[in-house]
């Protein structure tokens, strides 16, 4: 009766997210597919935090702040379907969430490089539409 109640503790027992050291030197799936996804989500969070400071900038012009939005919305969506895709000979496999938080940190990565940039805008820019600081 014991065994089985100690069994029972460790089913039920919270799974300890994995931590940078854990990461630095992962050595099976399941440590993987944790870091993959903590480092797409700090990515992520960085891309949102981004977007908060951009359309602070262009409060003043609802007309551009609704382009903006329409298209965060529809890059979110092509980066769900491009990863979606481009994982799919994984798709259902223990390595997919790798494969997917992989995917989905690289892209959010380059819009992060995007974004920076419209930040980074100077008065004057034709071609740059987030006003200038």
């Known amino acids: 009766m014991r065994r089985l109640f100690l069994l029972a503790l460790v ?10 050291d854990d990461c630095a030197t992962a050595m099976n799936q399941r440590t993987m597919n944790e870091c993959a996804d903590k480092a797409y989500k700090k990515s992520d969070a960085e891309l949102n935090a981004l977007y908060k400071q951009i359309k602070q900038r262009m409060k003043d012009d609802a007309d551009t702040t609704k382009l903006l939005i329409a298209a965060q919305r529809a890059w979110v969506t092509f980066r769900n ?21 992989g995917c989905a940190g690289r892209l ?4 992060i490089d ?3 940039a419209y930040l ?4 004057g820019d ?8």
């Open 120 to 123: 980074m805008c100077v008065e």
């Open 81 to 101: 379907a491009e990863c979606k895709f481009s994982t799919s000979a994984v798709s259902g496999g223990s390595v997919y969430p790798v494969i997917f938080s």
């Open 11 to 20: 089913a039920i027992a919270p799974v300890p997210i994995a931590t940078a």
């Open 108 to 111: 959010t990565r380059k819009r």
């Open 114 to 116: 995007d974004f920076k």
């Open 126 to 133: 034709l071609i740059c539409p987030v006003p200038a600081k």
